[in-house]
């Protein structure tokens, strides 16, 4: 197959365009809400999970993945291909990392990564781009917290706080006026959730949206305690529980 | 014959190295550097194999400063020293691996804590308060034993090292024409 296909198949139209990457975005636009804000204590990702019926076992589906224990990702577009970039970019953190450094990639050095792999669907054989857009939120010792959007041409870019999906300009605009720089965690989730609210159809309750926290180290997470200096990971999942509580809260 | 010392202190780590560079029966130098600046806070000594000290220190140096030239970042001692260890365990099941004794010393700007890591060509690795390498192991850990004391200040350091040179000038049957200190600390690499 290999041989067969050895042309890209994203090529520039006359206009100088790469149409197929312009598409992907149309998948990407098409996808539900997701966002994430950047707090002065931590970062918070958020989606809708929108299912086609009632009878979806909707708590077996995972949309917001953690790829290390301190970096998490949520996506907007095609979930197929959310789960192979999840993947890769889990394997890529310790063969390209991990095993060699001894410690966990920082956020910065993974999103370029993912990137990496986003553009190359874009100028190799026989490939289609990825119609995945990406929100990538992520701790690390020098750099602190940090949000990164990663897009199907392969840019990347830090940011504050941000939306993609179907209703990412409204949310935008909603979340411009709200971010400030003195956020705590508690208070992203809390708009986190109002922004959410405004783009969901359907009903919104813990069972149809996730909220992904990388926040303080849980170390009772870890799976095991008694040894020292092993930190817990900073990436969880609020429990359906935690955020009806906060969504009474509203 | 060569000597490689390492120390750490409450807030640095001074490493010392002989200085003469002796091939067969001459003296080929007395103003030899034993040591490369991988990182901005990060140290590598070596002794072994003529021609393999060099050139690993070298791959190590040239890996270490183009990680941080693509990403715009130091990597931290216990990260460089993982990186080290790795290659000299894969050079280990090859045709010929290096035969180079390392002392990694590094200061972690991001949490503020001296590192001093002994490896060898085995691909052993040790994080310890004092080290060396060699003969002069056989003198100078006895000394580093007795005096050595946790946050030592970067003057009372510099007093056990000169206990274990004098000791290795006492000792030891030939002239290693002295030894060359480096400090890292929060600052950087200097020498003393």
New interface residues.
């Given amino acids: 197959m290999a041989d067969r296909y050895s042309f890209s198949l994203t090529t520039f139209s006359p206009s100088g365009k790469l149409v197929q990457i312009e598409y992907a975005f149309q998948a990407v636009n098409q996808g539900v809400t997701s966002l994430g804000i950047k707090a002065s204590n931590g970062v918070v990702l958020a989606t809708e999970k929108k299912s086609t019926s009632d009878l979806i076992d909707a708590s077996s589906l995972s949309k917001i993945s953690n790829i290390t224990p301190d970096i998490g990702m949520v996506y907007s577009g095609m979930g197929p291909d959310f789960r192979v970039l999840v993947d890769k970019a889990r394997k890529s953190s310790h063969t390209n990392y991990k095993?060699?450094?001894?410690?966990y990639p920082?956020t910065?050095?993974l999103v370029?990564d993912v990137a990496r792999t986003m553009q190359e669907a874009t100028q190799s054989g026989g490939v289609r781009p990825y119609g995945v857009s990406l929100l990538v939120g992520g701790y690390d010792?020098?750099n602190g917290f940090s949000l990164y959007q990663v897009d199907p041409s392969g840019t990347y870019f830090p940011w504050k706080a941000t939306a993609i999906g179907k209703g990412s300009t409204s949310a935008k605009t909603f979340l411009e006026k709200r971010w400030t720089e003195d956020l705590e965690l508690e208070d992203a989730i809390h708009i986190a959730l109002l922004t959410l609210k405004e783009s969901v159809e359907g009903e919104m309750n813990g069972n149809t949206v996730e909220i992904g926290v990388i926040g303080p180290a849980s170390d009772h997470l870890l799976g095991f305690e008694g040894v020292k200096n092993v930190p817990g990971p900073r990436f969880r999942k609020l429990s359906p529980r935690e955020i009806d509580d906060r969504l009474d809260a509203l | 014959m060569d000597v490689i010392l390492g120390l750490t202190t409450k807030d640095a780590v001074i490493v010392a190295t002989s200085m003469a560079a002796v091939r067969g029966v001459s003296i080929l130098k007395a103003d030899d550097d034993k040591t490369r600046i991988v990182a901005p806070h990060t140290l590598v000594a070596y002794t072994g194999e003529a021609g393999d000290t060099v050139q690993f220190a070298e791959y190590v140096q040239a890996n270490i400063q183009l990680h941080g030239i693509r990403n715009e970042t130091e990597l931290s001692p216990p990260a460089i020293t993982s990186f080290v260890r790795s290659e000299l365990a894969k050079s280990l099941r090859s045709r010929k691996p290096y035969q180079v004794n390392i002392l990694i010393g590094g200061y972690d700007t991001a949490t503020e804590t001296p590192y001093l890591y002994w490896v060898d060509y085995l691909a052993s690795r040790a994080q310890v308060p004092y080290a060396a390498h060699g003969y002069a192991a056989y003198y100078t850990l006895s000394l580093l034993d007795r005096w050595y004391k946790t946050d030592l200040s970067l003057e009372e350091g510099m007093k056990i090292m000169e206990m274990c040179v004098t000791e290795l000038r006492t000792r030891l049957p030939i002239d290693f024409k002295g030894i060359q200190i480096k400090i890292i600390d929060r600052d950087g690499v200097r020498t003393a």
């Fill in positions: 095993r060699i450094y001894n410690e920082p910065r050095i370029q010792v020098d």
